[in-house]
């Protein structure tokens, strides 16, 4: 008797483990997010898990805090998060003053790239919830780092990168957020573009792709105290506002400046509105943007009101 199409799947079902319906529970995915509105809109929520995000940017513009405050907001949630120090930069200080509790970071500073990413793997096959790779330019294959100084293959980073992505990735089907960082490369010719070592597999096969760029100082008394990151989506094959940007504060002495961030949002959504220099949100009324600032912080209750007006 000739098997109906229903019969036909089951037993393909059955057959094969690697084939599932299109709206079977293991496809789906959670979330890690910023807890910044600007940032968490953008990405429709925050960062995937089973997914790689990819964040790149020019130097010190805000890539690793971010990251730092991935880690932090998965630990909140009760994560579990790891660390891989390509470059040797891990700073426990400094990121306990972005909210990391660094006494429960997985941290690795391997010393080539096989070993970096054999780490990520079983990281991934632990089921850790956040892994931060920082950073791919720091990926060196055992064959560049055994060889003398002067020993310079061509595209020696983008060949490693390439082939060793598409071995890597099927494992984020164990649960992991992957997140790494790169630096953009200046460019040969007249015309800029954002070059990045490690080749053009790392954008091909991200999920994410969150470009940093440093868009304007904030000043207080004529001194350079911060700046506003853009962060723009520039792919997604998970949500999100594709080809859109969010700007946030961010202060060299305290990170994004999380009051600020909810008072533009709150300017922008129209619950605070500005006459001059007097910001008024219901019944608070203050001068400038400190001093708005200043009232929140003497009635926390008043900027939780806020929050949840702008988090639900």
């Keep these: ?44 929520g925050g960062i995937p898990k089973k997914r790689l995000t990819l964040i790149y940017g020019p130097t010190n513009v805000g890539k690793s805090y971010l990251a730092s405050q991935i880690v932090a907001n998965a630990q909140k949630e009760g994560g579990v998060a790891a660390w891989i120090d390509t470059e040797l930069s891990w700073d426990s200080e400094w990121n306990e003053k972005c909210g990391v509790d ?3 970071v997985l ?49 020696w980073q983008a060949r490693f990168v390439n082939s060793a992505l598409p071995k890597l990735l099927p494992n984020l089907q164990h649960g992991s957020a992957l997140v790494a960082i790169n630096q953009v490369r200046a460019s040969l010719g007249p015309v800029a573009l954002d070059n990045m070592p490690g080749g053009m597999a790392q954008t091909f096969f991200a999920h994410f792709l969150l470009q940093v760029r440093r868009k304007g100082w904030i000043k207080e008394k004529d001194q350079n105290v911060g700046f506003d990151m853009e962060v723009r989506l520039r792919k997604t094959k998970v949500g999100g506002e594709n080809w859109k940007s969010a700007t946030v504060p961010f202060r060299v002495e305290g990170g994004i400046d999380i009051a600020e961030s909810y008072i533009r949002e709150g300017i922008e959504r129209k619950l605070i509105t500005q006459g001059g220099a007097w910001y008024t949100y219901k019944d608070t009324k203050a001068m400038g943007m400190n001093g708005l600032k200043k009232a929140f912080l003497e009635n926390p209750e ?5 929050q949840n007006e702008l988090t639900t």
Aim: proline content about 5%; overall charge negative; aromatic content about 6%.
């Design 1 to 44: 008797m000739k098997q109906t199409a229903e019969e036909a799947i089951a037993q393909l079902l059955k057959d094969n483990k690697s084939l599932q319906l299109g709206n079977n529970d293991d496809f789906g995915y959670s979330r890690i997010p910023f807890n910044i509105p600007a940032l968490d809109q953008l990405t429709g």
């Design 102 to 104: 660094t006494s429960k």
């Design 107 to 155: 941290v690795s500073q391997p010393t080539n790239g096989e070993e970096a990413l054999d780490i990520v793997r079983k990281l991934m096959h632990s089921g850790v919830d956040v892994i931060i790779l920082d950073s791919i330019a720091g990926l060196v294959p055992t064959t560049v780092a055994e060889e003398e100084f002067s020993y310079n293959p061509m595209a």
């Design 302 to 306: 008043v900027f939780e009101e806020l």
